[in-house]
């Protein structure tokens, strides 16, 4: 495999593009984790290259899956160890992508209802909303 963007061809090149999508979804996940986001910036594109190879491949996925079948058992154990550590990273990214929105989401209600004058300190009156108020009891 000349470059990433080549189509696996011989079973080497494919074992060699497993083990380079394997890398990039432990990376993402790595970054996510860490809170890396200028590593996840440099990851992203090679896994949307990935799947532009997927894509590419005859058949799509269901021939990659054919053409994985048919690996020598040697290749055959190994991706498969591959493939499954790879599904982990991505089902882990996957729930930290949903829990930093969470996170995002809970951060920017704080901010909005710090910046309403409903909130503990202001002098005007109005309307408050629940739970905008803050407690003067300690």
């Given at each position: ?97 949903k829990i930093n929105l969470h996170r995002l989401s809970a951060l920017k209600v ?29």
């Amino acid at each position: 495999m000349t470059s990433l963007l080549d189509v696996p061809v011989t079973e080497e090149d494919l074992v060699e593009f497993i083990v380079f999508v394997g890398s990039c979804m432990a990376s993402q996940r790595e970054s996510i984790e860490k809170g890396n986001w200028q590593q996840l910036n440099e990851v992203i594109p090679k896994l949307q290259e990935a799947l532009l190879v997927i894509s590419r491949f005859p058949g799509g996925m269901d021939g990659l899956r054919d053409r994985l079948e048919n690996l020598p058992e040697i290749h055959r154990e190994s991706i498969n160890q591959l493939m499954e550590s790879a599904a982990v990273d991505r089902r882990v990214a996957a729930e930290l992508i949903k829990i930093n929105l969470h996170r995002l989401s809970a951060l920017k209600v704080l901010h909005e209802n710090s910046l309403t004058d409903e909130t503990y300190g202001s002098d005007n009156s109005g309307i408050s909303r629940p739970g905008s108020r803050v407690s003067t009891r300690a």
